[in-house]
């Protein structure tokens, strides 16, 4: 499940829960270390360690391991290296800038985002309008007939003025994503 944003019948607007960081980043890097590492349920005399990504600015989202045989440590945190550190390291080594880690459908996205997509990466932004129309069709009959949005206006995604400097209180998930593993 992704989140999406909901319209209650008051106009009120709310935003469905989310498994998609476990679903499509947690649950595959740790399917991959199991292959790569040969490990085996139930294994107890292994330990892996898993370095993640994450700079001192979003020292919140460090979480523990959830499971025994792998330990996470965070290099970027234990150098207290902030975001603009990375960047500056990145181009002192002659590398690009990179982009927020985002799936291109991510309700999370900012309208300069979303114009981003739309305008310089348009099979991105016309995937996100069928992921759109995927989830409506999808899950309009289990929320009751409500139906579910990619953008907080909840209006449909390629219909959405996105002209605006205002992010008409779009959400900056950069320092508040949930579950400490967005971008590994």
Known sequence: MIPAFMQAPDGNI????RSCTADYKITPILQNLRKLCGIKRGEKNLQITQWIGISYDEIQRMKPSRDKW??????????????????AWLKRNGFPEPPRSACSYCPFHSNKEWRNLKDNEPEAFAEAVRVEKELQRTKAEALDKSTPWLHRSCVPLNQVDLSTELDAGQIDMFGNECEGLCGV
């Open 14 to 17: 709310g935003l469905l829960g």
């Open 70 to 87: 792998t330990q996470h440590r965070w290099p970027l945190v234990e150098r207290e290296m902030r975001r603009h550190d990375c960047i």
